[in-house]
C-alpha cells in the first residue's frame, strides 16, 4: 500500500526544521497525504526523500538609520516585484505619504538632522500604476485531457471577496502539470504544505507560486502539491512552462488549481476579469 516517505526539511533564518509526511494510495486508489505513519507498513516499503526549500527571511519593512549627522528613514522591499508602502509620521508634511519601492531595493523617504520620530507603516506587493490591457492568457494546466471549471468568477463558495471574486477553480487530478498562463518573472513560491480541508483553518496553508507580468499584474497558482515546485523566485518564465503540480493543499475541497489575475489597488488587493486563449485561437470568458 505505501508508495512514498517525504522528508521535508525547510529553512527559515540559520534554523531548520524536519517533518515527515507520508504519501500512498489507499483501497479506492486515491492519493492520502498524512503526516501519521501508517501502522501497517515495513521499513522496506517506503523510500525516503529529502526536500529542503530555502523561505525569505524578511518581508517589506521601514527603518531608520544614521548616515553621519542625518537620520534617514529607508523603505526595504526584499521580493521580486514592486511594492508600495504607506507612512504615517508627524514628520512627513501631511503626515503621511506612499512611496513605491522597485522589486528588491532598498528606498531612502524622508532625510533629517533631527532623530526619526515614531512612525506606522503598510504595505501592498505591487504597483497601483499597474494596467491590465486585455491580454489573452493561455489555459494554466499542461494537458491532453479537457478539465471541468467548478467555480468560476463571483463563484458563491469561495469568489465573492475581492481577491477571488475574478478567479476560477479547474478541477484537476492530483500531479496534472500546473503552466505559466502568460510570461513573467517567479515573485513568490510556496509548496511546503501537506493538507487540505474545508476549515477556516486552512485559510492561509495553501500552496502556490505567483508570477509577475510586464504590466505590472501578477498571477497566483494555488492549491500546488506539496514540494512539486519547478521554480524560484527571481526566474523568467514564458507561458506554457511548467510551474508546479496540482495539489488540494489549503482552504480546499478537492484537487484543483485557483488561478486568478491581481493587482494593487489603493493598498488592496483585487482580482480583475480576463479571457482565456485556446491553443486553435478561441477566446473565452471561463
Known amino acids: 500500500m505505501f508508495i512514498r516517505l517525504i522528508v521535508l526539511t525547510l529553512l527559515i533564518s540559520t534554523e531548520a526544521f524536519c517533518?515527515?509526511?507520508?504519501?500512498?494510495?489507499?483501497?479506492?486508489?486515491?492519493?492520502?497525504?498524512?503526516?501519521?505513519?501508517?501502522?501497517?507498513?515495513?521499513?522496506?516499503?517506503?523510500?525516503?526523500?529529502?526536500?529542503?526549500?530555502?523561505?525569505?527571511?524578511?518581508?517589506?519593512?521601514?527603518?531608520?538609520?544614521?548616515?553621519?549627522?542625518?537620520?534617514?528613514?529607508?523603505?526595504?522591499?526584499p521580493?521580486?516585484?514592486?511594492?508600495?508602502?504607506?507612512?504615517?509620521?508627524?514628520?512627513?508634511?501631511?503626515?503621511?505619504?506612499?512611496?513605491?519601492?522597485?522589486?528588491?531595493?532598498?528606498?531612502?523617504?524622508y532625510t533629517s538632522p533631527q532623530q526619526i520620530g515614531p512612525f506606522r507603516y503598510r504595505w501592498r506587493l505591487g504597483d497601483p500604476s499597474a494596467s491590465e490591457h486585455g491580454h489573452l492568457y493561455k489555459f494554466p494546466v499542461s494537458s491532453k485531457f479537457f478539465h471541468r471549471?467548478?467555480?468560476?468568477?463571483?463563484?458563491?463558495?469561495?469568489?465573492?471577496?475581492?481577491?477571488?471574486?475574478?478567479?476560477?477553480?479547474?478541477?484537476?487530478?492530483?500531479?496534472?502539470?500546473?503552466?505559466?498562463?502568460?510570461?513573467?518573472?517567479?515573485?513568490?513560491?510556496?509548496?511546503?504544505?501537506?493538507?487540505?480541508?474545508?476549515?477556516?483553518y486552512f485559510l492561509d496553508k495553501?500552496?502556490?507560486?505567483?508570477?509577475?507580468?510586464?504590466?505590472g499584474t501578477y498571477a497566483t497558482y494555488a492549491h500546488i502539491l506539496i514540494g512539486t515546485a519547478t521554480v524560484k523566485p527571481g526566474d523568467m518564465v514564458k507561458a506554457g512552462d511548467v510551474l508546479a503540480r496540482s495539489g488540494?493543499?489549503?482552504?480546499?475541497?478537492?484537487p484543483h488549481l485557483h488561478f486568478a489575475i491581481r493587482k494593487n489597488v489603493g493598498l488592496?488587493?483585487?482580482?480583475?476579469?480576463f479571457k482565456f486563449i485556446s491553443d486553435s485561437g478561441i477566446t473565452y470568458t471561463p
Open 19 to 77: 517533518q515527515e509526511i507520508y504519501k500512498y494510495k489507499d483501497e479506492s486508489g486515491k492519493w492520502v497525504f498524512t503526516d501519521k505513519r501508517p501502522s501497517d507498513i515495513n521499513d522496506n516499503e517506503f523510500e525516503s526523500v529529502e526536500y529542503k526549500r530555502e523561505v525569505i527571511e524578511s518581508a517589506p519593512r521601514v527603518f531608520s538609520r544614521n548616515a553621519g549627522r542625518m537620520n534617514i528613514l529607508v523603505a526595504d522591499n
Open 79 to 109: 521580493y521580486h516585484a514592486p511594492v508600495e508602502f504607506l507612512i504615517k509620521s508627524s514628520q512627513l508634511a501631511d503626515g503621511s505619504n506612499k512611496y513605491v519601492v522597485p522589486a528588491a531595493s532598498q528606498k531612502d523617504l
Open 149 to 200: 471549471i467548478t467555480q468560476g468568477f463571483n463563484g458563491s463558495f469561495s469568489h465573492s471577496k475581492r481577491p477571488n471574486i475574478y478567479a476560477v477553480d479547474i478541477a484537476l487530478p492530483v500531479g496534472t502539470d500546473i503552466s505559466a498562463a502568460r510570461d513573467g518573472v517567479v515573485i513568490w513560491v510556496k509548496d511546503d504544505y501537506h493538507m487540505g480541508g474545508k476549515n477556516k
Open 206 to 215: 495553501a500552496n502556490y507560486v505567483k508570477v509577475l507580468h510586464e504590466d
Open 248 to 254: 488540494s493543499s489549503g482552504y480546499s475541497t478537492g
Open 268 to 273: 488592496k488587493t483585487v482580482s480583475i476579469p
